[in-house]
């Protein structure tokens, strides 16, 4: 997908057919990153704060492709004999298809010496946003689509040089057991924070179930 001043990937490994039907979705989730960025001539971001905040983006995006979307809801969750009431992290409706998401936040930073956790980080945090949505889609009693995200969000310190790094991020992404991928890095300027991190881009992995 072509934006001005980013470099976008998506990436689907499975479920290429419920992907297909909720792909606008995350094309708007890519729009919508861009634009925030350049409303804020790239001195903020919506990925770098917490879990709620990409959720947010994610319904954003719902909404402005014309679906609708309802965020931290109280809801039953497990199974009959162990359940409970929770919250759901995100619920929407998009060209006929409910869908059901946990999502879990991760910061992964980028120093050479931590190349070789990158795929076991990454696993973990999606596998823990998965273990999530089957306690959700346990209590369900309609036909949804469920579906785990994990928001990774790579950042280094300013300066640092960081691209044998970003190619063992790329080969872990690619061997990751997971639905599909969607990656976003800003182009435009350097996004750095109050202690010289530097975060401009974020990878948004799924994982039906």
Aim: aromatic residues 12%; glycine residues 4%.
């Amino acid at each position: 997908m072509d934006l001005f001043g980013v470099e976008t990937r998506i990436v689907v490994n499975n479920d290429k057919k419920k992907f297909k039907k909720l792909k606008p979705v995350f094309e708007e989730w890519l729009k919508l990153n861009r634009d925030y960025i350049e409303l804020t001539e790239s001195n903020d971001n919506l990925y770098w704060y917490n879990e709620r905040s990409n959720i947010s983006a994610i319904a954003g995006a719902v909404w402005r492709r014309g679906g609708f979307a309802q965020e931290e809801f109280s809801s039953d969750k497990g199974s009959f004999s162990e359940r409970k009431r929770g919250r759901i992290d995100l619920y929407f409706h998009f060209q006929e298809q409910d869908v059901l998401c946990e999502a879990k936040h991760l910061f992964l930073y980028l120093p050479e010496n931590n190349r070789k956790c990158l795929k076991t980080k990454i696993e973990s945090n999606l596998n823990l946003a998965f273990d999530d949505l089957e306690t959700t889609t346990a209590a369900t009693d309609y036909e949804d689509i469920g579906l785990a995200l994990s928001f990774i969000v790579p950042y280094f310190v300013e300066g640092n040089e960081i691209d044998e790094t970003e190619s063992e991020l790329d080969e872990a992404l690619k061997s990751l057991d997971c639905s599909f991928y969607v990656s976003f890095k800003t182009t435009m300027k350097d996004i750095v924070n109050e202690n010289n991190g530097v975060y401009n881009s974020v990878i948004l992995v799924g994982k039906f179930a």
